[in-house]
């Protein structure tokens, strides 16, 4: 017999939440709890499942600069629970905006975190403004997002669907984020069966780390590669869709994600593999084309170091940008939860109506 | 004051030893030393400088399997004088036999090592019939081998020179060998200044560990990136050339090299950055075309065992086929020590004369 809580209903609305992989699940990102914010520290997956304790909003910046929580929706759902714990102890609005620029500062490729915080921000002065209480205002206001993501996610995944079929092999890049993992459960619970081969996206092996994680624990037969070796298994015909989540998408189409995602790309429209991008929440209506896009070069330390020892030569040092920016025509589809676009049309995204109330994102 | 060991020739025969970075010294490959063999364990550089001392050809074959050293030059050497290890007591022709079959199966991608062990083997029958010392003969010829290498890749650097100039940024991606290390050699005796981009190349991590120790040891500035990241570089235009060595050459000029190469000449082509390979000496006879090939599949635990921890989640294998196949036609230039050809016309290496007499490989 299921105990209540087992049988919770998840974020989505729709999956009991400890069917779902840890990773969507609402522990799996970004809690508020009782005056703390507690995040699954994910660099620790797969073999310990450890929550680092957040008191203050200067503690969520620091874990998501240091990649415990990543992946461009987790992180806006971590800030804005983040600049809630900023608001415990009558804050100013001076002290909520260096919270908020502090936090907005820590990731700047993609764009949720920005419009979440800032968002956020403007709940809590209206808040402010009318005697009531602004760390709940955020903390209600986040929470929505989170579900709204969670159920975003889950409807990009059911339009998704549709490319894939029984006996496929899917390449991956990074952590392809919710909509990836809804694919899976949506896959499985069709009676689709895929075999996934995730890149393990080094320096932080995300792919071996978080995304094989999700598919083994789904039952789904995953390989890891090395990052260098996605081409030439496409090239040998043994890749039969190529798929990412973006950290943003412009509006001509152009996607910014987790460096390695162009190369992959390439060897896609080059091998006649399709490259679908699943971005739930649609294209960055602030985000022309790539001249908007600003590439995060993260330290370069966090090569040469594995497991705190320098692998590296004397005076030699890593050089570590982290997105890269992919041009629509290598694109094969985006798929949203408005549905799929073609790379170049995705614009019209915006002629379709959001399923979502008031969504943020 | 030198002191005579520092003043010592390299086999080159051109520069001093003491001179050249340590992985184009003798002691930076394999040395037959009082009835041993040392070989210089390239997976504890660049921290430690380490040798193995192998006693048996079984012990030469494991270094080579469990990449000790690697290259498909510098495991000829270690193999060949691997075989003069199995005559030192009274070998029969059916335990010689034995151990150049478990030589040449420790590698299979690579055909120098299959050569010389074919003529190392021969060499040591005919010395048996001739009652001469067959060990010493195997010596003799590994000797005139890894000189004969030596001074092919210093030919080659000569010729490839010309296709540098100063303020170049080069990309390479895993250990381009003898032939990339005498040509920053080269560059930095003609004042050429180039800043060198290594891809870090997992999961053996060659291209930190290795490649960007010869350069940052000739003093130019060297970064390490992640194997995800040098088609992003091209794109962005921070990258002149790209630069690797070939572990076999085709007869119609597709190459053979560490995976990872494939995806990196894709990006070149698309972002016109010649595609330069090193291949001192040229194509191999017997292989027309990519049918030839070979592709060497690697245990998987090798990507997901990191510092002897498995990094994965339970029921996921690591995947790692070690080479991948680059057609011609993204090839801009294949270099070698009788010249520069066009990939496609690589046979016509064998129009040029050898400048070596007797030259094996």
Redesign the interface.
């Known amino acids: 017999m299921k105990t209540h809580s087992s049988s919770k209903k998840s974020l989505d609305g729709k999956y009991v939440e400890s069917d779902l992989p840890l990773l969507i699940q609402r522990r799996g990102m970004a809690v508020w709890e009782d005056g703390i914010v507690k995040i699954l520290d994910r660099r620790k ?3 310990q499942v450890d929550f680092i304790v957040c008191k203050t909003s200067e503690d969520v910046a620091v874990a998501i600069e240091n990649m415990a929580i990543q992946g461009a929706f987790s992180i806006s759902i971590a800030a804005g629970y983040g600049l809630a714990l900023s608001l415990k102890n009558n804050c100013s609005i001076s002290d909520l905006n260096k919270a908020s620029a502090r936090l907005i500062s820590t990731r700047p490729t993609g764009m949720a975190l920005k419009k979440v915080i800032t968002y956020c921000q403007k709940t809590a002065i209206d808040a402010m403004d009318n005697n009531l209480c602004p760390a709940s205002a955020v903390i209600e206001l986040t929470s929505k997002v989170a579900s709204d993501l969670a159920k975003q996610a889950q409807k990009t995944a059911q339009n998704a669907i549709s490319l894939l079929k029984d006996g496929d092999t899917i390449l991956t ?1 990074c952590f392809p984020d919710r909509s990836y993992v809804y694919l899976l459960v949506e896959a499985k619970r069709r009676n689709i069966d895929l075999k996934i ?7 932080y ?1 995300q792919g ?2 978080l995304t ?2 999700c598919s ?2 789904l039952g789904f037969k ?12 496409m ?1 040998q015909g043994l890749i039969n869709a190529f798929i990412t989540a973006a950290d943003r998408v412009c509006m001509d189409g152009t996607v910014a994600n ?7 790309a ?2 896609a429209r ?1 091998n006649k593999v399709p490259y679908y991008v699943l971005r739930q929440s649609g294209p960055d209506l602030g985000s022309n084309d790539s001249n908007a896009i600003e590439i995060e070069e993260r330290d ?1 330390d966090e ?2 170091m ?2 705190k020892k ?12 982290a997105f ?2 992919t041009p629509s025509n290598l694109v094969t589809r985006i798929i949203t939860d408005r549905g799929i676009f073609m790379a170049n049309q995705i614009k019209s995204y915006f002629d379709n109506d959001s399923f979502i109330a008031d969504s943020l994102l």
């Open positions: 997956l797969p073999n890049h081969i995730c890149s393990e996206t080094r320096p092996l071996t780390k094989a994680f083994s624990s995953t390989k890891v590669i090395s990052d260098g070796m996605g081409g030439a298994l090239q987790k460096i390695g995602t162009y190369q992959y390439l060897a080059e370069g090569l040469t594995i497991d320098n692998i590296a030569p004397k005076n030699v040092q890593g050089f570590y940008p890269d920016v």
